[in-house]
């Protein structure tokens, strides 16, 4: 039988059938609501903090325009030249944590932890920001400051950015991790060099809520 897929994942959001689906269909499914719902909500958190933290915001598009310009799309092999940018998304992923719990996970067998003893079938949740937000670790984790990431010099410290895993580690990390990154990267910068976004709290009331305006910035 020929199954469209329009039409089965039409049927998945509405019915949630997913038994129904071949395997295929199915882990297709899964994949593209693993890839999307999670690089729209990096997206937004950064255009939050963006908003929050207006000097961030400019130091960030000071550099996008000095290594790609104002016009030019970016592409993947900028980020090599960008590390303030690196380091902001990268403050972004450990300051939000968005998947705080990561995806559930089950012991194959009898695992001993920390003297704790995980029986065989256990449901284990990862809680990802127990590391993130780990005063020990990072000092201030309630404060958003992308220089934790960048010596005196402003290159990254590879060390510190190793330390934020927001795609986990191990066997089952995310599978999208190369193709997040890069999405990640040329949807934010894209957006960065395009628009400024600031929020009507500081402005007017009768503004609208969000606000976009060209960065006024030359290389
Ligand atoms: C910012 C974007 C993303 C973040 C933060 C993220 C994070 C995660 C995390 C934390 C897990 C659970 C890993 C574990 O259980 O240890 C996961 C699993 C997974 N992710 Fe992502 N993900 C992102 C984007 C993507 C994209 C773009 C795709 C595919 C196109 C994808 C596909 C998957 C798949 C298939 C799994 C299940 C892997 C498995 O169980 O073996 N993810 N992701």
Redesign the pocket.
């Known amino acids: 039988m020929r199954i469209s897929v329009s039409k089965r994942f039409g049927e998945m959001l509405q019915g949630m059938r997913e038994p129904l689906l071949t395997n295929n269909l199915s882990?297709t499914y899964?994949?593209?609501v693993?890839?999307?719902e999670?690089?729209t909500?990096?997206l937004r958190w950064a255009l939050v903090y963006m908003i929050l933290k207006p000097q961030v915001q400019e130091k960030l598009q000071r550099e996008i325009v000095s290594v790609i310009g104002p016009s030019r799309p970016p592409v993947v092999a900028d980020l090599s030249n960008m590390p303030y940018t690196e380091a902001v998304m990268t403050e972004v992923?450990r300051i939000t944590s968005?998947?705080p719990f990561?995806?559930?996970?089950c012991a194959t067998e009898d695992v001993q932890f920390d003297g704790y003893t995980i029986p065989k079938g256990t449901e284990v949740w990862?809680l990802?920001c127990f590391h993130s937000m780990n005063a020990q670790v990072w000092g201030d984790p309630e404060v958003f400051r992308p220089e934790r990431f960048l010596d005196k010099n402003g290159r990254l410290i590879k060390s510190w950015v190793e330390k934020v895993q927001?795609?986990?580690?191990?066997?089952?990390?995310?599978?999208?991790?190369p193709?997040?990154?890069m999405?990640?990267f040329i949807f934010f910068t894209t957006i960065m060099q395009h628009f400024t976004v600031s929020s009507s709290t500081t402005q007017a009331r009768n503004q609208p809520l969000l606000s976009y305006s060209r960065p006024n910035l030359s290389r």
């Open positions: 882990e899964r994949t593209f693993a890839g999307f999670t690089t909500t990096f992923f968005f998947l990561g995806a559930p996970q990862p990802m927001p795609f986990s580690v191990g066997q089952r990390a995310c599978l999208g991790k193709l997040a990154r999405e990640v």
